[in-house]
């Protein structure tokens, strides 16, 4: 039986150069990066790697590029979402053949459709692909994927191996689990909304798909290893530690820009996203990079012991940040 999918993947931004190019070299540098800083997998061609805004051809090489950058070290979820179920099967058995972990797909977008629906949907793809399929649930964005839905698919289908939920209903991930759990131990439970990361892992979720990790990787992935130790305590400190700067890049507007924001906060000039941005959209973005690049610098002081954290729990994160600086 296959190992769950479990940790922080991080669905990293696409660089970009200033022509608005994928640019390699920087991908492959922030890839290196990730890893060194402790992630324990990549999600390219997510929602924060603006996917819908490259062309198929730009989301093959993307995951063509992290499958090869992280060269077996950790596992890759590549999003295979694309306009349509026979392209979105070509563009799975293509990662596959690349040697990703497993694909996440989400639901059928622009177009609203019925429950019944998205169960055909997911059906006929999980009949057709070569490789693992985790369902993409993310309603401010697509279709929703109900609750019976998503327990009718894993009990019909072994291909599909899990769930990355971005809805932040702590109910309805609890539900599928109570479910599902008796009946695929393999199947794997991923929280993609940040702002309830250490709730969603308290209440047995086995990771996060989590945007704040392509700038804090050191922070996400303290909340989930204290999750996994038990600590509850801890963790629920650190997700006060991450919550008003997941606000602060989300609430940025034009999303992910917040992101890009933080991750340049972190020496990582990834450029702009695609997205045309009106001169009073940039003053905005310039005046917000100022509030988060102050609040990734104090989040990593505190991180680092400069807090009014118990003194117990900044020893603990201290030695796990430099158990990953020493990897």
Not at 150 to 165: F, M, Q, S, T
């Amino acid at each position: 039986m296959n190992r769950r999918i479990s940790g922080i993947l991080t669905p990293n931004i696409t660089p970009v150069d200033d022509r608005g190019r994928v640019d390699e070299d920087k991908l492959r540098g922030y890839v290196d990066w990730l890893i060194d800083h402790g992630v324990d997998g990549l999600y390219p061609n997510g929602s924060t790697g603006e996917f819908v805004r490259f062309t198929a051809e730009e989301r093959r090489r993307i995951v063509r590029i992290v499958v090869d950058q992280a060269a077996g070290r950790v596992p890759v979820l590549a999003g295979a979402a694309e306009a349509n179920v026979e392209e979105t099967i070509e563009a799975c058995n293509a990662y596959g053949d690349m040697g990703v972990r497993a694909v996440a797909i989400v639901a059928p977008f622009y177009y609203p459709i019925s429950s019944e629906g998205v169960h055909a949907y997911y059906a006929h793809i999980a009949r057709d692909v070569r490789v693992d399929v985790t369902l993409y649930n993310i309603p401010m964005f697509a279709s929703p994927i109900e609750v019976d839905v998503v327990i009718r698919l894993a009990e019909e289908y072994p291909r599909i191996i899990g769930l990355k939920d971005s809805s932040g209903d702590l109910p309805n991930l609890m539900r599928m689990m109570a479910a599902i759990r008796p009946m695929r131990d393999d199947f794997s439970f991923l929280t993609g909304w940040d702002a309830a990361l250490a709730p969603m892992l308290i209440a047995g979720a086995d990771g996060g798909t989590n945007a704040t990790s392509g700038v804090l990787p050191e922070l996400t992935r303290a909340i989930h290893r204290a999750c996994a130790d038990g600590d509850h305590k801890l963790a629920m400190e650190l997700q006060y530690m991450l919550l008003p700067l997941f606000d602060a890049m989300i609430g940025l507007g034009e999303f992910p820009e917040g992101f890009r924001a933080g991750a340049r906060a972190r020496g990582w000039d990834l450029g702009r996203g695609r997205v045309p941005l009106s001169d009073k959209q940039k003053a905005l973005i310039v005046t917000a990079e100022r509030e988060i690049d102050a609040m990734v610098r104090s989040t990593q002081a505190k991180m680092t012991g400069s807090s009014e954290l118990p003194l117990e729990a900044i020893q603990v994160i201290a030695r796990r940040v430099m158990e990953q600086l020493e990897k």
